[in-house]
């Protein structure tokens, strides 16, 4: 009984430093009194927690604050720099790997891009940016507390890729693969999700709990924040709306299925338009070469664009009518193109969404563009740590 009870102690010890950090973190600078205050905890806890706190890096003391009449309170603030996550987005034709410190903000970047690269030659250039990622971090009392990878594709909670249609992987236990190479906990967790994370805490998603994020690359993947969570479904799979039927006997998919959006609204579908339409111009036929032509005034590329953005409506409007959000947010590598994208995917929204399922709603283009995934599945890092502290 006795052992029962010292562990039921040790665990209440480690969620009320848990809670004391947390409030820190959210509120630094803030005072002792102030914390007591705020968590309900009694002085003498909170006394003793922040020494181990202080003791552990992962806050400092800074000179006093505003005095209420007595003493000026030491302030206490949160170390951002006690340790660093890597973030790596793994898309079909690109990394992009991040390095963050604790609260998110990108010390270093790295981008590769590539095409038609296998299993074996991907995962060669994933260590060599994690390598570099690592090597170049700054010196800092935890050093690097974990790797976090977002993938396009389903991802199962023990953290195996079980398909991603679009690299043509399958079953690939990817973090097994990392964390025996690195020594480091690693979480793999699929790209819309971790972006629709990435947008809620660090982009256009912060003042709002209902969110479809929709990256738009080679495929389209959606994240989903219902009620203030990332939902993932009974077994973490949800989100594979890219994978929606919008076109009934329509093109087949990678993934085996016929007519999916994503074969309609996303990169490989503009690259595909552009192809069969003949447009070369001397520009070559990839994103950037498009949105080159368009800006050119290139009327055939806008008249891609505006049928990419028409087709994005459709999908939308169906998630629309299914989650009734507060907002959508576009973003992956197609944001670039927002310029020609915002006008007929609107009107397809105005056009045929329910009239009071647009009440409230906003329709939006990330801010962080290509960088959601890499900064939601590097935070996802950091609040692991920052639980097992």
């Known amino acids: 009984m006795m052992k029962n009870k010292t562990w039921n102690q040790h665990v209440v010890k480690k969620e009320n430093k848990s809670l004391v950090l947390e409030v820190i973190r959210t509120h630094s600078p803030i005072s002792r009194a102030s914390i007591a205050n705020d968590t309900g905890l009694n002085k003498g806890t909170v006394s003793s927690l922040v020494s181990d706190l202080l003791e552990d890096q992962l806050i400092y003391e800074s000179g006093p604050g505003e005095s209420s009449g007595g003493r000026r309170p030491v302030m206490l603030l949160f170390n951002q720099l006690a340790g660093y996550a890597i973030g790596i987005d793994l898309g079909v034709n690109y990394l992009l790997g991040v390095l963050t410190d604790l609260e998110g903000n990108i010390v270093l970047e790295k981008l590769v891009q590539f095409n038609h690269l296998s299993y074996e030659e991907i995962e060669i250039e994933l260590f060599t940016m994690v390598d570099y990622l690592m090597e170049s971090a700054p010196p800092s009392p935890y050093g690097i507390i974990g790797i976090g990878i977002g993938v396009p594709g389903t991802v199962s909670k023990s953290g195996e890729i079980l398909l991603a249609p679009n690299l043509g992987w399958k079953n690939i236990d990817l973090k097994s693969i990392m964390e025996d190479k690195y020594d480091l906990p690693v979480i793999i967790e699929n790209e819309a999700n971790a972006g629709a994370y990435g947008e809620k805490k660090f982009g256009v998603g912060k003042d709002f709990n209902q969110i479809v994020y929709i990256s738009v690359g080679i495929g389209i993947g959606v994240g989903l924040i219902l009620n203030d969570e990332l939902y993932k479904g009974s077994n973490g799979f949800s989100g594979e709306l890219g994978h929606m039927t ?78 009734n959000p507060q907002q959508v947010i576009i973003g992956n590598r197609m944001a670039f193109a927002q310029e020609w994208l915002t006008d007929p995917l609107n009107n397809r929204i105005r056009r045929q969404t329910l009239w009071f399922q647009q009440q409230d709603l906003e329709v939006n283009f990330s801010e962080l563009l290509t960088h959601s995934s890499a900064l939601g599945v590097a935070a996802f890092s950091v609040e692991n740590f920052l639980i097992t502290i």
């Open 246 to 323: 919008i076109e009934v006997g329509g093109t087949k998919c990678r993934c085996g299925n016929e007519g999916c959006w994503e074969l309609y609204a996303s990169e490989q579908a503009l690259v595909k338009s552009a192809e069969n339409n003949g447009l070369s111009a001397n520009k070559e036929l990839t994103l950037e070469g498009l949105i080159t032509l368009a800006e050119e005034g290139n009327v055939q590329a806008i008249n891609l664009f505006n049928q990419i953005g028409d087709y994005l409506g459709v999908g939308i409007n169906n998630i629309i009518n299914t989650f």
